[in-house]
């Protein structure tokens, strides 16, 4: 890929896993809106599609310093119970609101370490869910997992309880990455953990590898996916390194020296989806790649595949409930975060409280957006009524894409707008052109992790 396209487009720009994108809610806390709006979510969508659950299981013994996510450092266990116990309170305010049994088509741990917890106190959790629902013979249940702690009594408590996919943080084979991110396990362990779960019977196992982290090279990336090419998991989320350091100060433990440059770092991105592409991956959606069998994949082919906070999926459930600390609810029309601080979680918990400090309630301009944000992140393409007064947005949106269409990026007609095989690792770029909280932003500091 020419490094002038590089150059031009590697700006600061959202992931898109939602829109509006944090930065941009509303700052008042809106309970009533919220609530109203997962509420009447709930009652037109439960029946028929079901709803995804989101647990989020924040501790961790050691802190990644790449990583951006809300965490707790501690080795002191006792912390599970306690917090397990405040999640199931707080799934109880939904029951109580949802006034009926919620059909559960999707089920995802993350963090955090979910394998920090042990099998017994995960299987409180996940038995205490399950008690009080109904899940689909449909319904994909997850969960992340760490190399080094995931062991066979955890693959074999949450297969017990219907867990069918596992995700497994990799990031790089590269001793020397691994030991400056501080996410060390050697490929011995990972192979282990991998067979282990396929001798259990799980169908979809996924690998975390990150592109653009400090002292990686194409050497890094060449050993890594030689390494991928034995494991063979079924799905690979091979994304870009977000250096957020004024976000996360983890990451000042190393300098913008250690990082590869712009024109490395895609040349790194470049080389790895080569290597995955010459051993049989097949790309679904921005930074994603998974093997033809595997169920992402048909989903993505079917034009049935979905995004939401946990990335891709193959249901399309609109309402999506975030239960934890700093999880993050969706409604479709509405976005409520919990508080990001485990005493304040609790406490707000024990009072009878929704945990939430943050909602942001979507206008129908927003809503509109939304909807092609989400087409374009996993078709690559979207359409609309050249006839609807919305459509007046896309004016303004060819405008903005003018830079991208000449360089053959995307391809735009009246009621359509592609993104381009060419495009594909620019498909945040493309967004960004919908993107009417960015047009109006006047804030000049910077919010996001660059795009590439």
Not at 74 to 79: F, G, L, Q, R, S
Request: with cysteine.
């Amino acid at each position: 890929m020419a490094t002038s396209l590089i150059r031009k487009y590697n700006i600061p720009g959202p992931r898109y896993t939602s829109y509006p994108t944090v930065p941009f809610w509303k700052e008042e806390l809106d309970l009533t809106g919220w609530k109203k709006q997962l509420k009447k979510t709930f009652n037109l969508t439960n029946k028929k599609e079901g709803i995804s659950l989101y647990i989020h299981l924040p501790f961790c013994e050691s802190l990644c310093t790449y990583c951006g996510c809300t965490t707790r450092i501690t080795i002191n266990h006792a912390v599970e119970k306690p917090y397990i116990d405040t999640v199931l309170k707080e799934w109880e305010m939904y029951l109580k609101l949802f006034g009926d049994v919620p059909e559960i088509t999707e089920i995802h741990l993350g963090g955090g370490t979910p394998t920090f917890f042990s099998p017994e106190n995960l299987a409180i959790l996940i038995e205490g869910i399950k008690q009080t629902v109904h899940v689909r013979k449909d319904a994909e249940l997850g969960f992340e997992g760490h190399p080094n702690n995931t062991t066979e009594a955890h693959l074999i408590t949450l297969y017990n309880l219907g867990f069918r996919r596992v995700s497994f943080g990799i990031q790089d084979f590269d001793p020397k990455v691994q030991k400056v991110i501080n996410r060390i396990q050697t490929y011995e362990q990972v192979e282990k953990v991998v067979d282990q779960a396929r001798a259990i019977g799980y169908s979809s196992i996924n690998f975390d590898l990150i592109y653009g982290l400090p002292l990686q090279t194409t050497d890094s990336i060449h050993d890594t996916f030689n390494k991928v090419k034995n494991l063979q998991p079924d799905r690979i989320a091979f994304y870009s390194y977000a250096h957020v350091p004024w976000v996360k100060p983890g990451q000042r433990m190393f300098t913008e020296k250690d990082l590869p440059s712009n024109e490395e770092k895609r040349e790194l991105y470049e080389l790895g989806k080569k290597l995955l592409t010459e051993i049989g991956y097949l790309e679904i959606g921005m930074d994603h790649f998974s093997l033809p069998n595997d169920a992402l994949y048909l989903a993505a082919n079917n034009g049935n595949m979905h995004r939401n906070f946990m990335g891709y999926t193959t249901n399309h459930s609109m309402l999506c409930v975030g239960l934890g600390v700093s999880a993050i609810g969706d409604s479709w029309r509405a976005y409520g975060q919990n508080l990001k601080k485990v005493e304040k979680y609790k406490n707000a918990v024990e009072g009878g409280e929704f945990p939430i400090f943050k909602t942001h309630v979507l206008s129908e301009q927003e809503a509109f957006i939304r909807r092609h944000i989400t087409n374009l992140m996993c078709q690559f393409e979207t359409t609309w009524e050249c006839s609807n007064e919305d459509a007046k947005i896309f004016e303004e949106v060819e405008q903005r894409l003018s830079d991208m269409i000449k360089d053959g990026l995307v391809e735009y007609k009246p009621g359509s707008l592609t993104i381009t095989k060419l495009g594909r690792p620019f498909a945040r770029n493309a967004c960004m052109a919908l993107d009417i909280s960015l047009w109006k932003e006047t804030d000049t500091s910077q919010k996001f992790s660059l795009t590439i």
